[in-house]
């Protein structure tokens, strides 16, 4: 049974840093690229970051370019999001994914990623 629990949420003010953390369990970590993506109330689930299974090629949305910093552990079969800089805009609920290695598809489309965490709430206050 694969499981993604995300963590590391939390409220903060505009300026702050909060690195989330996605532990995985059930699937062969290094098969899966794996990514961020976030849902902002009444807005449809959008990217964030991906990282490949090296963890040698990254991919970031425009507006993380910069502020946020990708990465996974295989020894911890744990992927981050380091976020620093953070804005009100950046408040929404995030979500950790997994999807095959090589599925065709831009990593920055929800198609392809069949395993998702529950979320976890980003708030960032002015």
């Known amino acids: 049974q694969v499981q993604l629990v995300e963590s590391g949420g939390g409220l903060v003010q505009a300026g702050a840093s909060l690195r989330l953390s996605c532990a995985a369990s059930g699937l062969t970590f290094s098969s899966y690229t794996m990514g961020w993506f976030r849902q902002a109330p009444g807005k449809d689930r959008e990217f964030v970051a991906a990282?490949?299974?090296?963890?040698?090629?990254?991919y970031y949305t425009d507006s993380a370019k910069g502020r946020f910093t990708i990465s996974r552990d295989h020894a911890k079969n744990t992927v981050y999001l380091q976020m620093n800089s953070l804005k009100p805009e950046d408040t929404a609920v995030y979500f950790c994914a997994a999807r095959p290695n090589n599925y065709p598809a831009s990593y920055s489309t929800t198609r392809g990623y069949n395993y998702w965490g529950q979320g976890t709430q980003v708030t960032v206050s002015s």
């Open positions: 990282i490949s299974w090296s963890g040698g090629s990254t």
